[in-house]
């Protein structure tokens, strides 16, 4: 089990910039894939972007191409979500998880097949 910890969340106006961080001190995390998912009140859990173990593929959700930038130090045992052009429709909770699996986008995008989430960071974008 991998106990994932986000920080980096608040409160930045329209079409400024934010970046999430998902941190870990389990040294294996850098086997692990993984996915940044996001809930808005009221909403279900969708997916946002994933990155494989070494960082050399990464996936992204239609809404959010062009504007985040997943990444990752594996030195560090983290991963970041760059989000640029941010808009009143990306305030949500931003979850980090790990799978252990391969990444490919459908399994990307499918939230059941992650083991380990991390509590949550709040995102929220003013108008």
């Known amino acids: 089990q991998v106990q994932l910890v986000e920080s980096g969340g608040g409160l930045v106006q329209a079409g400024g910039s934010l970046t999430v961080s998902c941190a870990t001190s389990d040294l294996s995390f850098r086997r692990y894939t993984i996915g940044w998912f996001r809930q808005a009140p009221g909403k279900e859990r969708e997916f946002v972007a994933a990155i494989n173990w070494s960082g050399n593929i990464a996936h992204y959700a239609d809404p959010v191409k062009g504007r985040f930038t997943i990444s990752r130090d594996n030195d560090k045992n983290t991963v970041y979500l760059r989000m640029n052009s941010l808009k009143p429709g990306d305030t949500a909770v931003y979850y980090c998880?790990?799978?252990?699996?391969?990444?490919?986008?459908?399994?990307?995008?499918?939230?059941?097949?992650?083991?380990?989430w991390g509590q949550g960071t709040q995102v929220t974008v003013s108008s």
């Open positions: 998880a790990a799978d252990s699996g391969r990444l490919t986008y459908e399994r990307a995008a499918d939230s059941s097949q992650y083991d380990d």
